[in-house]
């Protein structure tokens, strides 16, 4: 999770390791999903892990993927602003140049 914000923050593409291959129906997680896992208790007798620190944990790992998709969305949107931006300058650009021959 660490490396995968870390490339949000230098502009970069998260890459699946080289071992990673998911099917074109696979779905990411979402972070309510996180939130809601529940895990079974441990039978009588055997160890376990303590309940609150796995809710703990998984509160932690649902922030940390709610804050990544909200740089995500926050990128997607300042990518479409700039586009836009340069369309529209491309087209005065080419308005100017056009101008400029007709005279």
């Known amino acids: 999770m ?4 870390r490339g949000l923050r230098r502009n970069e593409r998260p890459r699946p390791a080289a071992t990673c291959y998911r099917s074109s129906t696979y779905v ?3 972070p309510w999903q996180v939130r809601q896992r ?3 208790a441990t ?3 055997r ?3 303590d309940p609150d620190e796995v809710r703990e944990f998984l509160d932690r790992v649902a ?3 709610a804050a990544a998709y ?3 969305g926050d990128s997607r949107q300042e990518a479409a602003r700039i586009k836009d931006a340069l369309k529209r300058w491309q087209s005065e650009q080419a308005q100017r ?3 400029g021959r007709h005279h």
């Open 2 to 5: 660490r490396a995968f914000l």
């Open 28 to 30: 990411p997680l979402s």
């Open 38 to 40: 529940r895990f079974r």
């Open 43 to 45: 039978r009588v007798g």
């Open 47 to 49: 160890r376990g892990l």
């Open 63 to 65: 922030d940390d993927l």
């Open 70 to 72: 909200r740089a995500l």
């Open 97 to 99: 140049t056009n101008a």
